[in-house]
């Protein structure tokens, strides 16, 4: 049971905006900034978004992050078949004292 | 180029012990916090341990305290984890991280291969 709770997949088709959610509490997402991570099988993590709606440097603006309360969002629009791959929320919880992660969401394209 | 290589892993029988080792290259590795972060096959991401720049303050996972042990070397530009009482739960793929702030705790900003641990008689 993830500390942070995520829908287990999510879908699209081509061209869609697709939104998957991330859902806390007030010692984690409530106080703390929310990151996002996707990851292709087979491959290590990559950062998608920091700071609830920073993008790195390379990650196309079509993708966007937001917050509210305890709860945080991730959204692609003009989805493509490349964004096929498993995403990940996480977020320092100051009651654990550690990082939490959500259980991962699978988006697929339809 | 940020570049972390994972070293270490392999087939060990339950109650042994491991140390993992990610050498670092392509920044300038002290003044960054590290962490390591684990996924067991077909499961979510796991936070391990994070360790700061200096090794001023090491946080662990709750569930797995007292089994692992962070360290670094900023002179090898390295950082480690020994775990102890692997138990089959423990395997996955670890994964050795930079943080992404200089200062608390921001996010894992690179990733290195990661390194397979199989615990298994």
């Known amino acids: 049971q993830s500390v942070l709770t995520q829908p287990p997949s999510a879908s699209g088709t081509p061209g869609q905006r697709v939104t998957i959610s991330c859902s806390g509490s007030?010692?984690?997402?409530?106080?703390?900034?929310v990151n996002w991570y996707q990851q292709f099988p087979g491959t290590a993590p990559k950062l998608l978004m920091y700071?609830?709606?920073q993008r790195p440097s390379g990650v196309p603006d079509r993708l966007s992050g937001s917050k509210a309360g305890t709860s945080a969002s991730l959204a692609i629009s003009g989805l493509q078949t490349e964004d096929e791959a498993d995403y990940y929320c996480?977020?320092?919880?100051?009651?654990?004292?550690?990082?939490?992660f959500g259980g991962g969401t699978k988006l697929t394209v339809l | 180029e940020v570049q972390l290589v994972e070293s270490g892993g392999g087939l060990v029988k339950p109650e042994g012990s491991l140390r993992l080792s990610c050498a670092a290259s392509?920044?300038?590795?002290?003044?960054?916090?590290m962490n390591w972060v684990r996924q067991a096959p077909g499961k979510g991401l796991e936070w391990v341990s994070t360790?700061?720049?200096?090794?001023?303050?090491?946080y662990y996972a709750d569930s797995l305290k007292g089994r692992f042990t962070i360290s670094r070397d900023n002179a090898k530009n390295s950082v480690f984890l020994h775990i102890d009482r692997l138990t089959a739960e423990d395997t996955a793929v670890y994964y050795c991280?930079?943080?992404?702030?200089?200062?608390?705790?921001?996010?894992?900003?690179?990733w290195g291969q990661g390194t397979l641990v199989t615990v298994s008689s």
């Open positions: 991280t930079r943080d992404l702030s200089l200062g608390m705790p921001g996010g894992f900003d690179s």
């Open positions: 392509g920044f300038t590795f002290s003044r960054y916090s």
């Open positions: 360790i700061s720049s200096h090794s001023d303050y090491i």
């Open positions: 007030s010692s984690n997402i409530g106080i703390n900034t």
């Open positions: 700071s609830d709606y």
């Open positions: 996480a977020a320092w919880d100051d009651s654990l004292n550690g990082w939490v």
